[in-house]
């Protein structure tokens, strides 16, 4: 079933930069918005800390992309970092007194902030929402 | 507790994230400068380049491409090339004949040391689907068309082996130094969704 949503999509359509681009510098490419480093960023941290290994975090990528894969939406829908995200917050409420519900009440608290509330954090980029 | 990866009733990722950083901050296991250093160093200090001076190596000192083959990780770690996603590089040589390509056929396996993260086309479905069962078809989708003789092999990533492709060095690049060979090295071909073209 997945397979048949993959199989007509030409490479070609994806966000390929091109077998012709060199790389003239690191790290392009990496992030389609901030929100994504972030992600990326602090399963990175908490793997320094030594809260899980790195691959603890892959076995746990990989649950999260076959989960989207088996619901069968288009590839189009396909969101890496989201699968990311959906990863880091099991094996955070496994290794960590963070919960997925204490995520879940936060983020309503979040979206519940007026327009233009002040950022109560010290981020270094704008945010996308 | 089996949530769905993509719940409706899920707040947006960039939302959920900030709530994660916010948590995790709160109970002392993340602070904000830690994180913008990890990021950073990814986004500016590692990526293909360390890759392509790999491969220019290889191509000028022969002994230096035995060592390559023989334990990548050792090898590349000559350089100081190591972190995470670093261990395990197994380095497989294009030529002629072979023609080599890497999938992680289950997520986004890839040698972060020496290629940086991998761009949206690596982690995509369909080419993770696709390039096992289709190599060429996909590969000429790519703009790699390669003649009929050459056997293509398809290289599955994982934790265990993280794969990393030697390219050929092109001909017409026979009096270029280290520094300008580098410069030819594509990201691309380092997986194996490309050649490296001579120099125009």
Known sequence: MTQETYENVLIEDLDLDGPAAAPRSNGELIFDSPWEGRAFGLALALVENGLFTLEDFQGELITAIAEWEALGKSNEDYRYYECWLVALERLVARSTGVQITDVDQRSKEFLERPAGHDHDHDHDHHHDH | ?200
């Open chain 2, 1 to 200: 507790m089996t949530a769905k990866p993509h719940p409706d009733d899920r707040a947006p990722a960039p939302i959920r994230a900030e709530a994660l950083e916010a948590l995790l901050t709160e109970k002392g296991l993340v602070n904000a400068d830690g994180l913008n250093g990890l990021i950073n160093r990814f986004v500016n200090d590692v990526g293909p380049m360390n890759g392509a001076t790999v491969v220019a190596r290889a191509w000028t000192d022969p002994e230096y491409r035995e060592r390559l083959l023989e334990d990548g990780t050792a090898a590349v770690g000559e350089f100081g090339f190591a972190g995470p996603q670093g261990e395990h590089i197994v380095v497989v040589p294009n030529d002629a004949k072979n023609h080599n390509v890497v999938v992680c056929t289950l997520c986004s396996c890839y040698p972060w040391p020496l290629l940086g993260l991998p761009p949206d086309w690596y982690k995509d479905p369909a080419y993770r689907a696709r390039v096992v069962r289709e190599p060429r078809v996909v590969l000429s989708e790519m703009g790699l068309n390669l003649a009929e003789d050459v056997e293509v092999t398809v290289w599955d990533s994982s934790a265990e082996n993280r794969y990393f492709i030697l390219p050929e060095r092109p001909s017409g690049t026979e009096d270029m130094s280290e520094e300008e060979l580098a410069e030819l090295v594509t990201r691309e071909a380092m997986v194996g969704v490309a050649v490296v073209g001579s120099p125009t």
